[in-house]
T-cell receptor, first 113, second 113 residues
């Protein structure tokens, strides 16, 4: 069964460093999302991406964040200068069409020291 | 703004019992209501979802009840099993826009043998 994959599973970085979180959505999916989950809290929407551009972003997704689909398979989230409060699980999700369900990857745990 | 409110926060159920989790939403544009199941260290996995054209949907031991006028929906887990012990998130999204999911805070269900 096709699934969303994410790498790395755990990323430890120093405050102020740049990190890139990688996702491989399900191959024929067209809509892509990033969410994050701070430990013990709910899952929060960050950004959606369709047709090679951001379609919506939340107030969390400030200028420090960017997303890219550099080729036909990868979808990346970059945080330019990490802060302590960026520590969270980051989930990538994808879906085939506008009204279909979103499939989530296993997440990347980001720890900012 | 908390668009989806979930209760109770945690639930302990005997094996074979019924687990009931409730959610309430505020945005009347929401028209898709999924429940996600999450195990520790894993991403949310879609369990069951409903659209407002029906008041109930059943899949195996899992049932969603939907009350459009009250803006509430609930998840019932029948014959609860220890393997059902997980965190359950309700969510909602609107077809208009980019279908970003608004999640509830989650409910930890523990099924004791």
């Amino acid at each position: 069964e096709p699934e969303v994959t994410q790498t790395p599973s755990h990323q430890v970085t120093q405050m102020g460093q740049e990190v890139i979180l990688r996702c491989v959505p399900i191959s024929n999916h067209l809509y892509f999302y990033w969410y994050r989950q701070i430990l013990g809290q709910k899952v929060e929407f960050l950004v959606s991406f369709y047709n090679n551009e951001i379609s919506e972003k939340s107030e969390i997704f400030d200028d420090q964040f960017s997303v890219e689909r550099p080729d036909g398979s990868n979808f990346t989230l970059k945080i330019r200068s990490t802060k302590l409060e960026d520590s969270a699980m980051y989930f990538c999700a994808s879906k085939l069409q506008r009204y279909n369900e979103q499939f989530f990857g296993p997440g990347t745990r980001l720890t900012v020291l | 703004q908390q668009q989806v409110k979930q209760s109770p926060q945690s639930l302990i159920v005997q094996k074979g019992g019924i687990s009931i989790i409730n959610c309430a939403y505020e945005n009347t544009a929401f028209d898709y209501f999924p429940w996600y199941q999450q195990f520790p260290g894993k991403g949310p996995a879609l369990l069951i979802a409903i659209r407002p054209d029906v008041s109930e949907k059943k899949e195996g031991r899992f049932t969603i009840s939907f009350n459009k006028s009250a803006k509430q929906f609930s998840l019932h887990i029948m014959d609860s099993q220890p393997g059902d012990s997980a965190t359950y998130f309700c969510a909602a999204s609107a077809s208009e826009g980019n279908n970003r999911l608004a999640f509830g805070k989650g409910n930890q269900v523990v099924v004791i043998p």
